[in-house]
């Protein structure tokens, strides 16, 4: 028996390879399908099935391509209904992968069809189990997802997970591993470890939402405190269940180099540039009105949350070698609508003697000795990392719910922008810039370089 983790740290996303005596079977797979196919070839294996865990709402699911690459049936839990042909399992079912079987656990509460996937080895002992977003390592999946319109609360889909963490997982032994479909910095759970795997004991210790709760006391935890979702959440969410175009017709599409010339005459047909480079690069020079969201960060679930059109155009800026993964990175929340990339890069752009936009900036120090004269101070961090300390005239606008944020933001007024770090609020003072806001500063280093300094701090205690 073989298992191996594919993690995905943009997306915080894991994907499951399992094998056995030359059958192999995956579980939840991102868009793109190379990985397992070559996966597979590599290990002398046939792909036998493809097992999803639930409807994914943070990333669009590769399985309807590799079923159509290997010919395996799609298998996913009770209730759930696609618009393709797909094995609806029965709480209980068991499969075969060669002399490993995998049993359904039919477990609602993330979503109504959201099921585990229990693994018994050769011997029939059970081994593994792969919770999806039903059971993260010292959190569970978020119970805000699946709702319809009246026919459904949040607090009731909180009471369904109740009942199935403890009427089908927590029961079984403590040796297992627990395998779970994602892990710190995803938006499917408030308190997600950085830890990947873990012992299925360990987890009826430590992880809240196991412990001693009444049913009462576990929704109002899982209920209290949650952010809405994002709002491609949704879209990728009906991409999952009704199909999509394939990952090779995306980059088919996509792929195409573009002159600087080619690159003008999209931007005035309404595509939105994204330059994907690092944030002091785009600081320093980039196509005028272009979004910075780069690759160095979480690239894809920023794109997501913030191009509110699914069908939006798009053109990439990229380090030379780094369009295919822009390109990647956006088909895996959905967004198949790049026209292309600017051929050289930036440089091309500059050569050309088009004009170039820049972001200014202050550093920290700088900040903390001259003030922020006449400049709103903008937080964009997320409010729970705002309430954990933030500077004294700093306003709360969560990059998160941005462009709906930027209705209430007068914008005739200058702004100071920070993050935590950086990254985040470079995103903010581009959006800010191509919206037409020309007095932008970004504060470089964000709130941990302020820290450092002799800037007024709120501290929790303060608030």
């Not at 006391?217 to 999952?240: H, M, R």
């Not at 699914?310 to 956006?330: C, F, N, S, T, Y």
């Not at 930036?346 to 088009?354: D, F, P, Q, R």
Request: hydrophobic share 35%.
């Amino acid at each position: 028996m073989y298992v191996e983790q594919l993690y995905t740290g943009c997306l915080a996303e894991a994907a499951y390879y399992i094998e056995s005596n030359g059958e192999a079977a995956i579980i939840d797979p991102l868009r793109e399908t190379e990985p397992y196919l070559e996966l597979a070839t590599k290990r002398g294996a046939k792909i036998k099935y493809i097992f999803e865990t639930h409807f994914h709402a943070d990333f669009v699911s590769g399985h309807v391509d590799l079923a159509q690459k290997t010919k395996a049936p799609i298998v996913y839990g009770p209730t759930a209904n696609t618009d393709y042909e797909i094995l609806e399992a029965k709480d209980g079912q068991v499969f075969n992968i060669g002399d490993v079987k995998l049993k359904v656990l039919h477990t609602p509460g993330h979503t109504p069809e959201s099921s585990c996937y229990l693994l018994f080895d050769e011997n029939g002992r059970v081994e593994a189990i792969f919770t999806g977003d039903t059971l993260f390592i010292g959190d569970v999946g978020r119970p805000d997802l699946a709702q319809k319109s009246g026919e459904i609360t949040a607090e009731d889909m909180a009471a369904t997970l109740y009942d199935s963490l403890r009427s089908k997982i927590m029961p079984l032994p403590d040796h297992i591993t627990v395998y779970p479909g994602h892990g710190a910095g995803s938006a499917c759970g408030k308190k997600m470890s950085s830890e990947t795997s873990a012992l299925l004991g360990d987890q009826k210790q430590s992880n809240y939402a196991l412990g001693d709760l009444t049913k009462e006391e576990f929704v109002k935890e899982l209920t209290t405190g949650i952010l809405p979702p994002p709002q491609y959440f949704a879209k990728a969410a009906a991409q999952n269940k009704k199909g999509y175009k394939s990952i090779d017709q995306v980059f088919e599409s996509s792929l195409n180099a573009m002159s600087v010339e080619q690159v003008q005459t999209e931007i005035k047909n309404a595509s939105l540039v994204i330059d994907t480079r690092h944030q002091d690069h785009f600081r320093d020079g980039h196509i005028p009105n272009s979004w910075f969201i780069g690759l160095n960060g979480q690239f894809a679930p920023w794109a997501g949350a913030l191009i509110e059109d699914l069908h939006q155009k798009i053109v990439i800026v990229a380090e030379a070698g780094k369009e295919e993964e822009a390109i990647m990175r956006l088909a895996r929340v959905g967004y198949d609508n790049v026209v292309g990339y600017l051929d050289g890069g930036i440089e091309a752009w500059k050569a050309s003697g088009k004009s170039v936009g820049r972001i200014n900036s202050i550093t920290s120090d700088d900040f903390a000795r001259n003030g922020n004269g006449d400049a709103q101070v903008m937080d964009v961090r997320k409010p729970s990392e705002y309430e954990q300390g933030h500077l004294a005239e700093a306003r709360n606008i969560p990059l998160d719910f941005f462009l709906e944020e930027l209705k209430r933001v007068d914008v005739s007024k200058p702004y100071a922008v920070h993050c935590k770090s950086g990254y985040r609020s470079m995103i903010a003072a581009s959006i800010l810039q191509a919206k037409g806001m020309d007095n932008i500063t970004d504060i470089i280093g964000g709130f941990d370089a302020l820290k450092e300094t002799s800037a007024k701090i709120v501290e929790p205690e303060m608030a």
